[in-house]
């Protein structure tokens, strides 16, 4: 939803403390990224071949979506469809209450986010718990993450000092980073060894073996899994890959391109629930597979969307996104993915301006691991919004009337030259404020035209 | 010495009613790199506002007319990364519907090169006798950079011109916040990444701001000046072609 997205954008303009540190965040992880592909040998070839795994899986999504279901069923798994995001929280919080549980450790997954599921946990009146640090962080402001790999990256390091003192029973004494983190440390670490119920998200489902992995730089994950009797796993259908082989290709690119690391800290592959012979792990494992729009997606034309792995290269990159931060797209996931998800997830109606506010620079094309055509697919969304007559009439008109002056070649040749003139009129070579250019000069000077139109000067000099 | 290569030239909308000096310095340009040069009369815009605003039917008639006046010559060559961008990525994915026009499309799109790209690549030129002595910064437009693949092409010419101290630019690759309707559409955010484009060309310590296209350039220029910059801004066609004493964007002929 981006009803007021220019609203968001202009506050957010303003803040400065957003940009600071946004680009501390970002700045970072590019020239962390740069540096890492640089040397990674072949890294296009390595691109192309995780482009082909994912639009290979996605053709076959029935297939592989069987496999994995029947492998996970015989590790011990048990195995649920969810076709809606309403859905999918329904059978969450089914299992939450079958197994008693007044509280849940949850893992930071993005799917959580798209479904809802911390809203529908609090209606339920079960307790949350985040294990990652920076969904702790903004379930203390009641906040909503602003990136997919940093969902706190919008809040400084003084704020989040600020944010501890205040929430925490036993803040941090000094202020230096690892203190704060031992004050989250003492703060979460009860609750999650507590926890009834355990809810992570899934980097990959592997098809071969009915696996879930999951990459995080924290441990958060396994210890929100590991210990509670219950285990629940949310996963986006696109999810899966055919086997471990493919898995790890895909792990490469994905650290890589998200913090320049070669791996996460963690990368932890789970096959069904506890077995009699080990020492610890969850009784209960449960994979939720979520559909949420995913199968409509890949019907109407947005099939390479679904190859997205979630780094947030794209983001980290994005001119836009830079300058205004991820809360302003007003979506669960923000940049350049978030202006194509966005409309698919809630409508194009509701979010128009996303597709819109992108200066179709191609960067966020060329930095991702997977090689989804992002400005293809906003131009697409940018042509269902005219269609279906969600654009403003007044850019309507001038654009219709633009193309129909174009298709008149001396029409066209004589507007110039009328155009030329009046702009003239304003005087001077630069031009400060010109009516019906407000959006250029408010912000800028206008190099006034110099004269004549070209067209016209060659008519001259071939006289 | 072969044959001259006969070529259209493609002046862009931007070129025609706001620099037409962009379109001379082509030509010779182009007149010294061994080829005859036309400029057909029936040429208007390559249509990138209406495809880039969604407007597909629009797009698509316009790129019909563009294919129509320009597809009877053996080049076209362009002054602007985006406009040819448009007419070699663009024109084929929007008509690949369309049996008729598609292999049309096709063939001009084959055959069409942003001036730079074509100076180099396709004439092998360099400058000769050209003599600029400056300090110059070159930033490089989203859409050649992307689309076309422009990066070494203007360095290479740009480094046969005598005196010009080519310095490097800080996010010579980032967006200059342009982007056509976007800059329009979304002033404010626009303004915020060209305000930080401005900075980086005045950190570059150079005096004068090169590029190869216009609407990027007057972007970059109107935010120099608004800023009250001393840099100055020229397509890098001008300075290729020995135009580069001449006026830069927003300064009296």
């Known amino acids: 939803m981006s009803a007021g997205f220019k609203a968001r954008a202009a506050e957010a303009l303003v803040d400065p403390l957003l940009k600071i540190a946004v680009e501390r965040t970002a700045g970072t992880a590019e020239a962390k990224r740069a540096a890492s592909v640089a040397a990674f040998d072949a890294f296009g070839a390595a691109r192309t071949r995780a482009a082909a795994i994912k639009d290979h899986v996605i053709a076959h999504l029935g297939h592989y979506l069987e496999q994995f279901e029947t492998n996970a069923i015989a590790a011990g798994a048990q195995v649920h469809w969810a076709e809606t995001a309403d859905e999918a929280c329904r059978i969450v919080i089914d299992i939450c209450r079958k197994a008693g549980a007044k509280s849940v450790a949850r893992s930071k997954s993005m799917l959580g986010e798209e479904i809802g599921l911390p809203h529908a946990l609090a209606e339920a009146g079960i307790e949350r718990i985040e294990t990652d640090l920076a969904e702790h962080i903004i379930q203390l402001a009641g906040e909503r993450p602003s990136h997919i790999v940093w969902p706190a990256m919008h809040k400084t390091r003084e704020q989040v000092s600020a944010l501890f003192r205040e929430r925490h029973a036993e803040p941090h004494a000094e202020e230096t980073i690892a203190a704060m983190a031992e004050s989250a440390r003492r703060h979460l670490r009860a609750g999650m060894l507590a926890a009834d119920v355990g809810i992570s998200g899934a980097n990959f489902l592997l098809a071969d073996s009915g696996s879930v992995c999951t990459v995080t730089n924290e441990g958060n994950a396994e210890l929100s899994i590991v210990p509670p009797r219950v285990h629940i796993v949310t996963a986006g259908i696109e999810k899966l890959v055919p086997s471990m082989d493919h898995a790890v290709h895909l792990l490469r690119l994905l650290a890589r391109s998200a913090t320049g690391a070669a791996l996460t800290q963690y990368t932890t592959f789970y096959t069904g629930p506890k077995r009699a012979e080990d020492l610890d792990g969850p009784e209960e494992m449960h994979i939720v597979l979520v559909d949420n729009g995913r199968t409509k997606m890949r019907a109407e034309g947005l099939a390479e969307m679904l190859r997205c792995i979630r780094c947030g290269a794209c983001m980290n990159h994005c001119v836009v996104f830079r300058q205004i931060g991820g809360h302003a797209y007003g979506g669960t996931y923000p940049g350049p993915i978030g202006a194509v998800l966005t409309p698919a997830l809630d409508g194009i109606a509701a979010s128009r301006d996303l597709p819109q506010a992108c200066t179709m620079n191609g960067k966020c094309q060329e930095v991702c691991p997977v090689n989804i055509p992002l400005p293809t697919l906003l131009r697409g969304w940018r042509e269902k919004s005219w269609r279906e007559g969600l654009e403003p009439a007044s850019t309507r008109s001038a654009v219709r009337l633009w193309a129909w002056v174009a298709r008149r070649p001396w029409l066209y040749r004589l507007s110039a030259r009328v155009a030329v003139r009046g702009m003239r009129l304003f005087g001077g070579s630069w031009i400060a404020a010109l009516p019906l250019a407000g959006g250029w000069t408010q912000h800028r000077d206008l190099p006034a035209p110099q004269g004549k139109t070209f067209m016209e000067q060659m008519r001259e000099r071939q006289r | ?253």
């Open chain 2, 1 to 253: 010495m072969s044959e001259r290569r006969q070529v259209a030239l493609f002046v862009t909308c931007l070129v025609d009613t706001m620099r037409p000096r962009v379109g001379f310095a082509a030509i010779d340009a182009l007149e010294a790199a061994g080829c005859d040069v036309a400029v057909p009369r029936a040429q208007t815009c390559c249509g990138q506002p209406a495809l880039n605003s969604g407007d597909r039917r629009d797009a698509e008639a316009l790129a019909r007319a563009t294919i129509e006046a320009l597809e009877g010559y053996p080049f076209v060559v362009v002054p602007s990364g985006s406009c040819a961008g448009t007419i070699r990525v663009h024109y084929p994915e929007i008509l690949a519907h369309d049996p008729i026009w598609s292999p049309r499309a096709a063939a001009l799109a084959a055959r069409t090169w942003e001036i730079l790209a074509f100076l180099d690549q396709v004439c092998g030129w360099r400058p000769e006798g050209v003599t600029l002595p400056v300090s110059a910064t070159y930033h490089d437009s989203c859409a050649g950079l992307r689309e076309l693949g422009i990066k070494a092409q203007p360095r290479r010419l740009l480094g046969a011109i005598e005196g010009l101290r080519l310095t490097p630019l800080g996010g010579e690759e980032t967006c200059c916040g342009f982007g056509g309707t976007f800059c329009v559409k979304y002033p404010a955010i626009s303004n915020a990444i060209t305000d930080e484009k401005a900075a980086a060309i005045e950190a570059s310590g150079a005096e004068l701001l090169l590029a190869g296209d216009l609407g990027c350039l007057m972007n970059m220029a109107g935010k120099l000046h608004r800023r009250g910059s001393a840099v100055r801004a020229m397509h890098t066609v001008e300075v290729l072609a020995g135009m580069g004493d001449g006026p830069a964007i927003g300064e009296e002929a």
